[in-house]
């Protein structure tokens, strides 16, 4: 059985992510989104948050299920008996840092490749600080992320639909 481990903050999730989530989960018999519970970054959802919103997105997935790590991803993609890590790639400015992490996880454990999806152009630009940031300010967020979710975004800056 071939599985994958995504990789991520996704706080909160976007509709990139959803691009690479769709197109890897086809290269694998299960994709296992990893979502990191980071002590140290301050993130505007709770591990568990993101997962349930992780979740709610990829409800319909056959394929593809999510869970939170902490520590090491070397460590957790080795408990799940993977050997692939799945990142996308936006721009250069992405590649520096995800050339420096790639080369230093297979160092870690050699029988591990990290493989990079080119994030779809029409997505190219988009972050979830970007999302974080417009609403916020009570703007327009169903352009970038799944409208399901939307709610739950708005509702941590105290604002609503109306
Ligand atoms: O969505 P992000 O914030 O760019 O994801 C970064 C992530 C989660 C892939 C990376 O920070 C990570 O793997 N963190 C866990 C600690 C680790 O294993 N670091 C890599 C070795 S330096």
Redesign the pocket.
């Known amino acids: 059985m071939r599985i994958g481990i995504y990789?991520?903050?996704?706080d909160p999730v976007t509709f990139g992510h959803v691009d690479i989530i769709l197109r890897s989960s086809k290269m694998f018999d299960l994709l296992i989104i990893a979502v990191?519970n980071n002590n140290v970054k301050k993130p505007l959802f709770s591990a568990e948050e993101r997962v349930e919103l992780i979740r709610q997105v990829t409800k319909n997935m056959r394929n593809v299920s999510v869970e939170a790590f902490d520590g090491?991803?070397?460590d957790f993609v080795k408990k799940k008996n993977a050997s692939t890590i799945v990142r996308g790639l936006r721009a250069v400015s992405d590649f520096e840092y995800e050339l420096q992490?790639a080369q230093?996880?297979h160092k870690m454990s050699s029988d591990i490749d990290t493989v990079f999806l080119t994030t779809s152009l029409e997505y190219s630009y988009l972050s979830s600080s970007i999302v974080r940031e417009i609403a916020s300010y009570n703007g327009d967020i169903s352009k970038f992320v799944p409208k399901e979710i939307i709610p739950s975004i708005l509702a941590k800056y105290n604002k609503s639909l109306d």
């Open positions: 990789p991520g903050s996704f990191l090491l991803l070397i992490i230093t996880n």
